[in-house]
T-cell receptor, first 113, second 114 residues
Framework: GQQLNQSPQSMFIQEGEDVSMNCTSS?????WLWYKQDPGEGPVLLIA?????ELTSNGRLTAQFGITRKDSFLNISASIPSDVGIYFC?????????????FGKGTKLSVKP | DVKVTQSSRYLVKRTGEKVFLECVQD?????MFWYRQDPGLGLRLIYF???????EKGDIPEGYSVSREKKERFSLILESASTNQTSMYLC?????????????FGEGSRLTVL
């Protein structure tokens, strides 16, 4: 079946550093969603992307829908301790009433104050 | 505030016991999902439902069953719990169409099977 390769698996960074993570696939998607899971909580949507080449920002977060439609990128600028958590990408390919739901395995972010 | 509520945050059960995990959403969503989350494996879909009494297998349905008798409630059942079902279980819901496709997750139920 379809798979999303999310990297890196984990990151240990210093507060103030920028962070980059990505998801790639051999399949084409028409929607990318990025979620963050705080420790002990369920994931929450950060950013949604619907168009190839689209670049969307939400505060210090910027996400891009790759032009090939097979990848997406999430950047966090000037990281702070509350950025700690697991970040998941979710690629959708709507071929039916709801499409396929595929998550990357997550990027675990640790921030040292 | 939209809400997905899972009945138990932490459960400890013995091998062979029957386990019920309950999930309720108050957003009138058609879709409901059960995932399990394990370190290094991410979120794996167990079952989902797009309507009352409807269910579809996800990627790892073996050892699980589900029930959706009412739109707002989706239950995950472990008929005979085993130690390899020790995990974090996450329920989620979403609209069927005409929306961002966003999933709303509960806080999770951490199950330990001894």
């Amino acid at each position: 079946g379809q798979q999303l390769n999310q990297s890196p698996q984990s990151m240990f960074i210093q507060e103030g550093e920028d962070v980059s993570m990505n998801c790639t696939s051999s399949s084409i998607f028409n929607t990318w969603l990025w979620y963050k899971q705080d420790p002990g909580e369920g994931p929450v949507l950060l950013i949604a992307l619907y168009k190839a080449g689209e670049l969307t920002s939400n505060g210090r977060l910027t996400a891009q829908f790759g032009i090939t439609r097979k990848d997406s990128f999430l950047n966090i600028s000037a990281s702070i301790p509350s950025d700690v958590g697991i970040y998941f990408c979710d690629g959708r390919n709507y071929g039916g009433s709801q499409g396929n739901l595929i998550f990357g395995k997550g990027t675990k972010l640790s921030v040292k104050p | 505030d939209v809400k997905v509520t899972q009945s138990s945050r932490y459960l400890v059960k013995r091998t062979g016991e029957k386990v019920f995990l309950e999930c309720v959403q108050d957003m009138d969503h058609e879709n409901m999902f059960w995932y399990r989350q394990d370190p290094g494996l991410g979120l794996r879909l167990i079952y989902f439902s797009y309507d009352v009494k409807m269910k579809e297998k996800g990627d790892i349905p073996e050892g699980y069953s589900v029930s959706r008798e009412k739109k707002e409630r989706f239950s995950l059942i472990l008929e005979s719990a085993s130690t390899n079902q020790t995990s974090m279980y996450l329920c989620a819901s979403s609209f069927l169409s005409g929306s961002t496709g966003e999933l709303f997750f509960g806080e999770g139920s951490r199950l330990t099977v001894l």
